[in-house]
Each structure stands twice: as structure tokens, then as C-alpha cells.
């Protein structure tokens, strides 16, 4: 069954160094997603992408974030200078164009700033 | 913008008796609730959703219910197993984003 792949599993970084998290979504799917998870706290909504543009973003998504689509298959959400703040698990969904509802999550990117 | 809110955020049942879980939305907009599995080191799995023009949904042991003029939904798991021991998410959806409750971690002890 196609699954939602995640890289790295786990990274850790000092504070103000760039982090990429990267992500292959589904192959046939069109809409894309990252959401983070602080530790003991519910699943936050980042942004959303559709055809090479962002959809809608939320106010966590500020601009020390971006996403990518640098090929037919990568998914990328950059951090610019990461703060202590931003140490949370990120996930990466991805939805076909034909059920845009149903979001497939891969299994995440444990980012933690040291 | 959208408020969810998920109870309890912890459930123990024996093996074979039901759980439920129940969350609330504040976005009237909201139009499709989704409730996703999660496991211990692993991305949120959905396993079932409800459109908001259904009021019930079932797919075996799981069943879904909503309420839109309360806005709340819950979760029903019947004859559960220690397999079903896991973290579950309500979520809304309203635009393109999913907003999740807070999570009930699920125990079923045998």
C-alpha cells in the first residue's frame, strides 16, 4: 500500500541553524500538508499546498517557514533560523485530487533545537 | 477560527467492552470530520469520517456519529482489543486545514 515517506526520522539542530524536513508524498496525490506536534499537544496545521502554490497557511507559518516542491516528487518545509520553540514532531500529508479530504500522514520528523 | 475540544483525554476499558469518545467544533463552515489512529512512533492513520451531511457512519467495530446542531461528533469502538490501544485524533476540517482535538489515549487492557 503507498505510504507517505518522511526523512530524516529525527534531527536535531542548535538554535538558529537552517533545517530542511523532507517529504514524499503519495505518488498520485496533489494537495500536500505539514503539521507539527508539540510534545504533549495536539496535532497544529501549518500549511497547505496545491498546484506549486501555498493554499492556506496558518499563523505558525511565518517567515522563517517555506515549502517546496523542488521535483515531481519531494516536498520539502524549510525553517530559517530555528528557535527552542520549534523542537516538535512534523508531519507531511498528502491527498488525492479526486477525495481532497482524506489526508494520508507519514509517520513524521522529530526536530529538536538545541 | 476553528475550535475543537476532545474528551476524555484518557479511556481504560476491558477487552470486549465499548469506548467512545466525544469531541466539539465552534466552526459552523466545518463540513468533514475525520478521526485519525495513532501509534506509537507513527504518523496519525485515518480510520473512518463523516461528512456533514451524514449523521452516522459504521465500518465494522467503528462508528461514527454527528451532531451538527450540537457540533459534536463522537467515536464508538465496539468489542474492542488490546490491538486498539492507541492515541485517537478528532479533527474538523474547515478550508484546506485539519483541526485536531487534543487526543484520548485509548487502553484496552485484556
Known amino acids: 500500500e503507498p505510504e507517505v515517506t518522511q526523512t530524516p526520522s529525527h534531527q536535531v539542530t542548535q538554535m538558529g541553524q537552517e533545517v530542511i524536513l523532507r517529504c514524499v508524498p503519495i505518488?498520485?496525490?496533489?494537495?500536500f500538508y505539514w503539521y507539527r506536534q508539540i510534545l504533549g499537544q495536539k496535532v497544529e496545521f501549518l500549511v497547505s499546498f496545491y498546484n506549486n502554490e501555498i493554499s492556506e497557511k496558518s499563523e505558525i507559518f511565518d517567515d522563517q517557514f517555506s515549502v517546496e516542491r523542488p521535483d515531481g516528487s519531494n516536498f520539502t518545509l524549510k525553517i530559517r533560523s530555528t528557535k527552542l520553540e520549534d523542537s516538535a514532531m512534523y508531519f507531511c500529508a498528502s491527498c488525492p485530487l479526486a477525495n481532497y479530504n482524506e489526508q494520508f500522514f507519514g509517520p513524521g520528523t522529530r526536530l529538536t533545537v538545541l | 477560527g476553528e475550535n475543537v475540544e476532545q474528551h476524555p483525554s484518557t479511556l481504560s476499558v476491558q477487552e470486549g467492552d465499548s469506548a467512545v469518545i466525544k469531541c466539539t467544533y465552534s466552526?459552523?463552515?466545518?463540513?468533514?470530520f475525520p478521526w485519525y489512529k495513532q501509534e506509537l512512533g507513527k504518523g496519525p492513520q485515518l480510520i473512518i469520517d463523516i461528512r456533514s451531511n451524514v449523521g452516522e457512519k459504521k465500518d465494522q467495530r467503528i462508528a461514527v456519529t454527528l451532531n451538527k446542531t450540537a457540533k459534536h461528533f463522537s467515536l464508538h469502538i465496539t468489542e474492542t482489543q488490546p490491538e486498539d490501544s492507541a492515541v485517537y485524533f478528532c479533527a474538523a476540517r474547515s478550508g484546506y486545514a485539519l483541526n485536531f482535538g487534543k487526543g484520548t489515549s485509548l487502553l484496552v487492557t485484556p
Open positions: 466552526d459552523s463552515a466545518s463540513n468533514y
Open positions: 505518488s498520485n496525490h496533489l494537495y
